[in-house]
């Protein structure tokens, strides 16, 4: 028998099939959560030996314009169609945001979103971090978002979706409850740390309008057509997780905003969606589990 690479034990293997049922709030059958990455990204961010930040040299004024579209008009149009549509947003957030534009932060704490770091800025990695470095990165998101929003942090993804071999156990020491950056479930699932009580929230690369649009290739069509098919699989079974993933600067285009917003409209009077924050998700498990 060969020999393969070691587990790396971040996850006990539960079989998807026999598994105790969650129900949900009111018999709902689905949780449906809906993760606005609000975001900075710097024009000519320091150089990683490991990634380059730009396809382009920097400084890359199309990439950094096209994402500032964000900040200033596709962050409301997407926020507003959430509201109108009853969806919560639960923020996965570039923390220098709140000193770059603080209105966008202001707007989601007055529409009661929850928020998560997604690291100081998405153009500076964790690769090669030292332990002091990283723990000055969480502490600096639990200190500045306790300043901007009066909201203690919960969650964590990544900055551009990268660790360190420490980073989830550091995430359980600070007493963080749940975190993005595991794709492998579509139910919460606990996460083996060294000390804490670190869950995984089912988050999505599969229907994140990143990779949506990027990735994929979609239409603002196929891609709403995809969350619906996304909800339907999901409800039907039960006790499940959705995670929409959006980015304002791609979701909020003009000519992608009103298939979106059909979507949600589906989503939202089908009558089997929980739409939850992500804390209350996890709550809502653990008095299950």
Same mark, same amino acid.
């Given at each position: 028998?060969?020999?393969?690479? $070691?587990?790396?034990?971040?996850?006990?293997?539960?079989?998807?099939?026999?598994? $105790?049922?969650?129900?949900?709030?009111?018999?709902?059958?689905?949780?449906?959560?809906?993760?606005?990455?609000?975001?900075?990204?710097?024009?000519?961010?320091?150089?990683?030996?490991?990634? $380059?930040?730009?396809? $382009?040299?920097?400084?890359?004024?199309?990439?950094?314009?096209?994402?500032?579209?964000?900040?200033?008009?596709?962050?409301?149009?997407?926020?507003?169609?959430?509201?109108?549509?009853?969806?919560?947003?639960?923020?996965?957030?570039? *923390?220098?945001?709140?000193?770059?534009?603080?209105? *966008?932060?202001? #707007?989601? *704490?007055?529409?009661?979103?929850?928020?998560?770091?997604?690291?100081?800025?998405?153009?500076?990695?964790?690769?090669?971090? !030292?332990?002091?470095?990283?723990? !000055?990165?969480?502490?600096?998101?639990?200190?500045?978002?306790?300043?901007?929003?009066?909201?203690? %942090?919960?969650?964590?993804?990544?900055?551009?979706?990268?660790?360190?071999?420490?980073?989830?156990?550091?995430?359980?020491?600070?007493?963080?409850?749940?975190?993005? #950056?595991?794709?492998?479930?579509?139910?919460?699932?606990?996460?083996?740390?060294?000390?804490?009580?670190?869950?995984? %929230?089912?988050?999505?690369?599969?229907?994140?309008?990143?990779?949506?649009?990027?990735?994929?290739?979609?239409?603002?069509?196929?891609?709403?057509?995809?969350?619906?098919?996304?909800?339907?699989?999901?409800? !039907?079974?039960?006790?499940? *997780?959705?995670?929409?993933?959006?980015?304002?600067?791609?979701?909020?285009?003009?000519?992608?905003?009103?298939?979106?917003?059909?979507?949600?409209?589906?989503?939202?009077?089908?009558?089997?969606?929980?739409?939850?924050?992500?804390?209350? %998700?996890?709550?809502?498990?653990?008095?299950?589990?």
């Amino acid at each position: 028998m060969l020999e393969g690479a $070691k587990d790396p034990g971040l996850y006990d293997y539960a079989p998807y099939r026999g598994r $105790k049922k969650i129900v949900w709030p009111e018999g709902k059958t689905c949780a449906v959560w809906v993760a606005p990455n609000l975001e900075y990204y710097e024009i000519d961010p320091p150089v990683h030996p490991k990634r $380059k930040p730009w396809a $382009k040299p920097h400084p890359d004024v199309v990439g950094y314009s096209h994402r500032d579209h964000s900040n200033r008009v596709s962050h409301w149009r997407m926020a507003e169609v959430m509201s109108r549509h009853g969806f919560p947003g639960s923020v996965s957030l570039s *923390v220098a945001l709140c000193q770059h534009h603080p209105e *966008v932060v202001a #707007d989601g *704490v007055a529409r009661g979103w929850e928020f998560f770091s997604h690291g100081i800025y998405n153009t500076r990695y964790s690769y090669d971090m !030292s332990e002091a470095q990283e723990r !000055s990165i969480i502490e600096d998101s639990i200190r500045t978002v306790q300043d901007a929003t009066g909201q203690r %942090i919960r969650g964590w993804l990544a900055p551009a979706l990268t660790h360190t071999p420490r980073t989830l156990d550091l995430l359980a020491e600070y007493d963080f409850d749940y975190t993005c #950056d595991l794709y492998h479930d579509d139910q919460v699932q606990a996460v083996k740390t060294a000390t804490g009580n670190l869950v995984s %929230i089912p988050y999505s690369l599969e229907v994140n309008d990143h990779y949506g649009f990027f990735v994929y290739n979609m239409s603002g069509r196929e891609y709403a057509d995809t969350l619906v098919r996304q909800f339907e699989r999901l409800a !039907s079974e039960g006790g499940t *997780v959705m995670c929409i993933p959006l980015h304002a600067y791609l979701i909020g285009q003009p000519h992608r905003i009103g298939p979106f917003e059909e979507a949600l409209e589906h989503i939202a009077k089908d009558g089997r969606a929980w739409l939850a924050r992500a804390g209350d %998700i996890v709550d809502a498990w653990r008095a299950q589990v």
